[in-house]
DNA sequence: TCGGGTGATGTAACTAGTTACAGACCAAGT
DNA sequence: ACTTGGTCTGTAACTAGTTACATCACCCGA
C-alpha cells in the first residue's frame, strides 16, 4: 500500500497559494472583508471552501493574547443550585461573547487547585469559585498569574477576591425569624457538612444565639434529599416536643418532608417545616415549602457579567450581596 | 506621572534571559526536565519564580495541535438528567486530562449551530451533542470541520454520528407494560413538548399501538414539576376513568404528584402514577416513585470515555444502547 | 593521542496566525 | 508631465512556545 499523505488541516499559507494571494489577503478575507477586492475575496472564499480550511483558534490567541475562555470552578453539577447558578453564568458570558469551562470540585480544596491548574493550563482568562473556603496552593496560583477571580454563593467584602453572592448569614436568620414569629420554640435544625462548606457555616452561624427561649438541636446529615429524610427518625426520637424542622437547604427540607409523611406526621399542623433556597418545585410540593429564596439565577447573571467587565476593561467589579426573601408557602404554620 | 512600564506577561525569552541559558533550556525545563543539569535547571527555576511566568496554553496549542478542550451543546443545565449527564462527563474527561466547555442551546438548532461554532472557534477537539435533531449548519460545520462529534441521550446504530445513548422507546415501552400489567387501561400520558425534543418524541412512538384495550390519553406540558402539576386539573376533567398517569420524564411525574395530592386523590389507591427517569429524589417521596431508570451518568461516563479515545488515538466508537430498568416502587399498584 | 560515545546546551527553524510597513497601481489635481 | 492620494496587495516581522540538529566538553578505551 502507498504511503498515506498525512491529511493534515489546510492552513493559511494553504489557503493562500490556492488563491494566488498572499496570506495576508487571506487573513484579511478573514478578518476586514471590506478592504479586499470582490474578485479576490471571492476568490480565497473559493479556496477556504475547497480546503475545508477553518483557523486555528490556538494561533489567533497567541496573536490576540486572548482566548474568551472563563473558567468555573464548582462543588458539583449534582446540585440545582450550582446547575441553576452555571446555567445563568454560560448564558450571560455568552453575550460577552466568552466560552465557559466547568470543573467540579467536590468540595475538595486539593482537587480544586489541581483544576485551576488545568484551567489555567487551557487558558482561562478569568475564574469563578464558589465560597471563600480555598487552598493555599489556589491562592499563589491566582496571585502568580494575576487572573481574575471572582467567589460567588458567598458574601464577604474584605475578602481577597470580589465576592458576588447572597447573605447566607441573613438568609439562615429570615428562616429562624419567620419560625419564631409563628411562636415555634423547639427547632430541629437540620444542615449539611459543615466542616467543607463555607455557606453553610454562614448560615449556622447565624442560629447561635436564638431568642425568646427559643431551643435549637442540630443535626448533621448528607446533602440531598435521602440526607434530609434519613436524619428525621432521630429528630423524632430526640425531640418528642418538636415545633418545627428548619432545614438549610431545600434539597433537605423535601426529603424531610417526604419521611415525616411516611410516619403520618402532619406538615405543617404537627410540625412546621422550613426550607432554604426556592428551588423550582418548592412551590409545587405538597404542601408547597415554606423557604428563603437565594436568587441562583441572578447571582450567576451577575458574576458572569462582572468578570466579563473585569476581563474586557479591567475593571475589577465592587463586592455585591443580593438580597435574599422570605417566601412564606403551606409548611409553615403558627403553632397552636 | 512617568509612563507607566508596559507590565505585560513574562514569556520564555525573558526568563532564557535572566537565567541567562537558551530558550531551548527553559523549555526542557518545564517539559523534560531530567534532561537539564540540576544547577541550570534550578537557576531556570528560580528565574520563573521571580518573574511569575507561566507558559501560555495557546502557544503550546499551536505547536501540538491540541487544546485538550471538549465542548458539549446541552439544552440546558436547570434539568437535573443534563445536570447529572455533564457532572459525569466533565469528571471522567477529567480522568483523560481533558477540560470540558459547555454551551446550552435551549433546544434550539440554530443557536446549537451558533454555539458549536464558537465552541469550534475556542479549539475544541471533539463534539457532544443531545439528540439527533440538529440543524444542517451543524452538520455542515462538523462536515467542514471534521471534529469528532458524538451523540448522547439517544440511540440510533444509524445515525451519522456515533450514538451513545439509551433506549427512550423502549423505557417508555417498559413503563406502559408496567401499568397493563398491573390492570390499567385508562391511561393519561403526561409528555413534554414533543416539537423540538426527539427524545420525547421517540417515547411516543413507543406508545402508538397499546394493546388490550388500551386507551391513551396524551397531554402535552411544560418540561417541569409545575408542568406536571398544571396539567392535572384537565387531566382530571377529560378522564373520569382514569386508572394511571404516565408521565415520561419524572420531575412532570412530581408535579402529577403532588397535585393530585393537593386534589385529595389517593395514589397509588385512586390512580397509580409512573414516571420515566428515576431521579435521586424518586426513592425518597412519599408515595416513592415508580418508574424506569435511564443510566445518566453511565452514559455521561460512557460518552466520556469514548470521545476521549476518538480524539486521543482516533479510534471511533461504536453507537451504544444502554439498558433503562424498571423500577418498582410504591407509586404505582394493581389496579382494584 | 586519536576516535567514539555521552550528556548538556545552544541555534534556528518551525507551528499558524496577525499586522506594520512598503510598494504597485490608478485616477485626479496642479 | 508630475505630484498626490487612495485603494489594494505583498513582504516580513511578530506572537510564544517546541524541537531537530549542531556543537562542545568530557571521559573512556585503543
Not at 108 to 134: C, F, M, P, Q, Y
Request: overall charge neutral; some cysteine; glycine content about 6%.
Amino acid at each position: 500500500m502507498a504511503p498515506h499523505k498525512e491529511k493534515k488541516r489546510a492552513n493559511l499559507r494553504d489557503v493562500a497559494r490556492i488563491a494566488n494571494v498572499s496570506v495576508a489577503t487571506v487573513s484579511r478575507v478573514l478578518n476586514t472583508p471590506k478592504v479586499v477586492q470582490q474578485d479576490t475575496r471571492e476568490r480565497v472564499e473559493a479556496a477556504i471552501t475547497e480546503l475545508g480550511f477553518h483557523p486555528s483558534a490556538a494561533a489567533r490567541a497567541i496573536n490576540s493574547g486572548r482566548t474568551r475562555i472563563i473558567g468555573a470552578l464548582i462543588p458539583t453539577l449534582e446540585s440545582d443550585i450550582f446547575a441553576l447558578t452555571l446555567d445563568a453564568i454560560e448564558s450571560r458570558l455568552d453575550d460577552f461573547g466568552l466560552s465557559l469551562v466547568v470543573a467540579t470540585t467536590d468540595e475538595d480544596a486539593d482537587k480544586e487547585a489541581r483544576k485551576a491548574k488545568e484551567l489555567l493550563d487551557v487558558g482561562v482568562e478569568g475564574l469563578i469559585l464558589s465560597g471563600i473556603s480555598h487552598s493555599d496552593a489556589l491562592h499563589s496560583l491566582i496571585e502568580r498569574t494575576r487572573v481574575p477571580a471572582i467567589v460567588t454563593s458567598y458574601y464577604d467584602a474584605t475578602f481577597r477576591y470580589p465576592t458576588i453572592g447572597y447573605d447566607n448569614h441573613g438568609a439562615a436568620r429570615l428562616a429562624l425569624d419567620h419560625l419564631q414569629d409563628l411562636g415555634h420554640r423547639q427547632v430541629a435544625v437540620i444542615h449539611g457538612p459543615a466542616a467543607i462548606n463555607d455557606r453553610i457555616r454562614e448560615r449556622l452561624r447565624a442560629l447561635i444565639d436564638p431568642q425568646d427561649g427559643v431551643s435549637l438541636k442540630y443535626y448533621e446529615t448528607e446533602f440531598s434529599v435521602a440526607g434530609g429524610a434519613a436524619v428525621i427518625d432521630r429528630v423524632l426520637t430526640k425531640q418528642t416536643q418538636l415545633d418545627a424542622i428548619l432545614c438549610l437547604s431545600d434539597v433537605q427540607a423535601f426529603g424531610a418532608l417526604f419521611a415525616l409523611q411516611r410516619r403520618g406526621v402532619n406538615v405543617p399542623q404537627d410540625v412546621s417545616v422550613m426550607g432554604l433556597q426556592d428551588l423550582p418545585s418548592a412551590a409545587q410540593s405538597y404542601p408547597s415549602l415554606s423557604t428563603v429564596r437565594l436568587p441562583a439565577r441572578r447571582m450567576g447573571r451577575l458574576a458572569a457579567e462582572s468578570l466579563a467587565k473585569w476581563v474586557e476593561d479591567d475593571h475589577k467589579p465592587d463586592p455585591t450581596c443580593l438580597p435574599c426573601e422570605l417566601i412564606v408557602r403551606e409548611s409553615t404554620t403558627r403553632k397552636h
